[in-house]
């Protein structure tokens, strides 16, 4: 199939184009409007170098929150609230450590400076959220996302210290539950995330829960 290229148009072609690695197209911006328009036909942007490659991989990687699993290894620090959470505290410090410290299950990180730029901004418009987990003061791990209607889009997270990221990652699963979520998406499989409870499911239910949720 052909990767097709954007220009300045706000368009993205049909999900079902996309390569069996789940490409679709190149090029575009990340504007507000378009990133909207891509998180609610379930099209993220991920590159490491210009231009912005845009992907809508089929199965997609989800998780349910209703099926989440809560580590057994987690409990303890949860009960005795090992560390201080919050929301929505620290975005931009949260997005930089995400761009300087790698995914937990992928190699590197592909966070650019526009990138940054971009997703603060949503931030600011109030579509992207952070988690925040603190120790003594000091910021140790977290994550953030683009939150539209019922659905979460995971971007990534960081640890600075052992059970980081889980601990941020388990209690704002908690608070979407809470919320009312219906839907996380995960994006790509990666182990990680699978032991959480993550699972793939058909590329057309997915676009089918969007429609649903957002």
């Known amino acids: 199939m052909p990767l097709f290229a954007l220009d300045e148009s706000l368009y993205f072609p049909p999900v079902h184009l996309a390569e069996p690695d789940g490409l679709l197209a190149m090029g575009g911006d990340l504007s507000v409007e378009r990133l909207l328009l891509a998180y609610r036909s379930g099209i993220f942007p991920w590159y490491s170098e210009p231009p912005i490659l845009w992907w809508c991989p089929n199965p997609r990687f989800v998780l349910f929150p209703s099926e989440f699993k809560v580590k057994k290894s987690l409990k ?66 977290g994550l953030y996302g683009v939150r539209l209607g019922k659905v979460f889009f995971g971007e990534s997270m960081f640890s600075l210290v052992s059970n980081a990221s889980k601990y941020a990652f388990t ?33 057309q239910e997915f676009q089918a829960l969007l429609k649903k949720w957002i």
Request: proline share 3%.
């Open 76 to 141: 303890p620090l949860l009960n005795r609230n090992a560390f201080d959470f919050t929301i929505n505290r620290a975005f931009e410090k949260v997005i930089e450590h995400c761009k300087t410290v790698p995914r937990p299950g992928q190699d590197g990180t592909w966070i650019r400076k526009e990138v940054v730029r971009a997703y603060t901004q949503l931030h600011q418009l109030g579509y992207a959220h952070s988690a925040e987990v603190w120790k003594d003061g000091q910021l140790v791990g």
């Open 171 to 203: 209690k704002y699963v908690q608070q979407l539950v809470a919320e009312d979520v219906q839907l996380i998406d995960c994006q790509v499989y990666t182990e990680y995330l699978e032991s959480f409870g993550a699972r793939m499911i058909d590329g």
